[in-house]
């Protein structure tokens, strides 16, 4: 069975560029979450989505944003890019289950300049 | 979810146990222990979760004190690979979040030759 998959692997844009994120869960599972990593704030969780809707959303701005389509595929978007959005953006997947584990992906390197 | 305090690094020799603890004092009784580690540049990788007995898998076994008030991760042969930030998360039941971590910033374990 495939793991989670996020595309691209790495990304540069520069200040003011929007980037959109794509994840592809496990085949099956229905929850997908969304993480930022930085050196500085380590794992933050951003939002989560549960059969294409939002269910929980983290402590950050606007400019982030997602969505989850009906095959449970998700996107991230961050709009007006600034410097300090430079970060690792993990994307796990789980059944949809309470106290189910997740599963990661490898992430996507953004590098904003 | 309860808060954790682990210790920020620690060594061990290759092919001795590695023992990794974990406070969790404020952890109320229907909140589960889930340990999860991070090789670098990778995703986090979920390794073993219990509520209040001790819990055994092909990758490691969880120690609960009885007071569930603090826990311990063994690997009981580490090796080179199991060189990694090890995460100690206490979560709630989920409410409607299947998906939401809290990560603290981990012990970093090192595994020696």
């Known amino acids: 069975k495939a793991g989670v998959t996020q595309t691209p692997r790495y990304l540069i844009k520069t200040r003011g560029q929007q980037v959109t994120l794509s994840c592809s869960p496990i085949?099956?599972?229905?929850?997908v979450s969304w993480y930022q990593q930085t050196p500085g704030q380590g794992l933050q969780f951003l939002f989560e989505?549960?059969?294409?809707?939002?269910?929980n959303k983290g402590n950050f701005p606007g400019r982030f944003s997602g969505r989850q389509f009906s095959n449970s595929r998700s996107e991230m978007n961050v709009s007006t890019l600034e410097l300090g959005d430079s970060a690792l953006y993990l994307c796990?997947?789980?059944?949809?289950?309470?106290?189910?584990?997740?599963?990661f992906g490898s992430g996507t390197q953004l590098s904003v300049l | 979810d309860a808060k954790t305090t682990q210790p920020p690094s620690m060594d061990c020799a290759e092919g001795r146990a590695a023992n990794l603890p974990c406070n969790h004092s404020?952890?109320?009784?229907?909140?589960?222990v889930y340990w999860y580690r991070q090789i670098h540049s990778q995703g986090p990788q979920y390794i073993i979760h219990?509520?209040?007995n001790n819990e055994t898998n092909e990758m490691a076994s969880l120690i609960i004190t009885e007071d569930r008030k603090s826990s311990t991760l063994i690997l009981p042969h580490a090796t080179l690979r199991d060189t990694a930030v090890y995460y100690c998360?206490?979560?709630?039941?989920?409410?409607?979040?299947?998906?939401?971590?809290?990560f603290g910033q981990g012990t970093i374990l090192t595994v020696h030759p």
């Open positions: 219990g509520l209040k």
């Open positions: 796990a997947s789980s059944l949809g289950i309470l106290n189910e584990k997740l599963f």
């Open positions: 085949s099956g599972h229905r929850s």
């Open positions: 998360i206490v979560r709630g039941p989920g409410g409607t979040s299947y998906g939401k971590l809290t």
């Open positions: 404020t952890i109320s009784g229907n909140e589960y």
């Open positions: 989505y549960f059969s294409e809707t939002q269910r």
